[in-house]
């Protein structure tokens, strides 16, 4: 008893064919109701192997011909033509190229053709001979597919950090379409970016923006170019914005001084955030990273993402984790290796975090604790002056620490400070201990209702003995 033909294959003779009714929504562009070629077979095992490849690649040639007449230009139908050709084993190529290559290719892909499409119908012909356009995808429209064309880059951020890393590149190609228009990447011209970018340097030389940001923006305008060319598989394409001169900096900006944010003083930290009677009216959550904030010299990212798996109060010396966090729940990214480090908990710091055993939910992934801080201080008229920022509580911690004489290296590892950078050369040797760490903190603590750090001096000589201990020699103060 002969063995029933597999499916979609018609025996006839001793070859068997691939045999398909065409599907309904492909009526339109197909002329007969089934769609039938040889298999070149008499295997009936190859035949049902062969005759499932046939199937999609007929499928993608058919939603290859109606995306093509549908929407030409569209990325929906690139994508779909591009299936084709790879399902061909055909390298996608514009008429243009296939003209600047060689002769031999050209013929090659014409008597292909001639043999399996004479009549020049398929998609695939299209595809063969640089029948096709590149996707009209406008700036703006590229701007909003960078997380799907990189998307390792937000991989593990939460969703704070993913919308601020995808906002930076909307923010630049709206700009951009405000000065040119949302015009289709492949139609940008080298004079639309000589007069964006003599736009820009206009508006440095009118002190409206800096240099460095007007850089920023045309350079994140030329990554969402560089994506979207690698999105479509073409290797070989002009970036206008390679093209540019470079936007140069006003006599301003090369003589201004540095343009740091301005420090509090440890009056105004400990009169406003520890003993907390003026900050009554911020929420608890808000309050306690602020103190953990001035008390750490932690960004307040550092504080309001960290998950409760990173909390430690129970150890020896109470702390909690800076680190890159993958579990979705708690995902995170971390600023740079050098911000990786455990943060002792004393005093008001370890008061803050005992309050908030596991973490704080009320800010955790999200961009709402700057504007409800910054927006309290403000309308309380709490700053010491309208120039001064709430991020700037972290850096009075540094100062002092100077102030205590604590070394620069032992500084930048509880800053989180690359002390590669800070040296000038290569760094070596372990990050100051926890508990090393704790010792630093206690100097410049400042004491609440229930805790009160110990002289310098008691504080001082534990770090002699804590070093003396491990083998070293340190030089007495």
Known sequence: MMSKPPKYTVLRGATYHFRMRCPERYRAYYPRDFISESLRTDSHKEAEILALGVKQAWLDELKARTSRRQSPASMESFKALRKVAKGAEISLMTADQLAKGPLEEILKRVSSMHTTDPKAESALFAAALGGFELPKTTILEAANEMANYRPQDVANKNLR???????RYKRAANAFVEVISDKPIIDITSNDIRNYEKCWQKRVDNERVTSDYAKKHLGYLRSIIVE???????????NPFSMLKGIERTNREKHAEGSEKLEFTPKWIKETLIDQTKIQGLNQQARDILIICAETGCRQTEIYDVPASAI??????????????????????IKNRSSIRPIPLIGAALEAMKRNPDGFPAYRGNANFSNTANKFFKENDLLPSPNHKISGIRHSFETRLIRARVESDDRGYMMGHSVKKMRGREKYGNATDLKLRALFCELIAF???????????????????????EGHRPRRR
């Open 312 to 333: 430690f109060l129970d150890a020896s010396v109470p702390y909690f984790n800076i680190r890159f966090e993958a579990d979705k729940d708690d995902a995170r990214e």
């Open 161 to 167: 950090q993913k919308k601020g890393w995808a906002n």
């Open 228 to 238: 979207f060319y690698k999105s479509v598989d073409v290797e070989e394409y002009v």
């Open 447 to 469: 004491p609440t209702t229930d805790w009160h750090p110990r002289a310098s001096e008691e504080v001082w000589d534990e770090i002699y003995q804590f070093l003396e201990a």
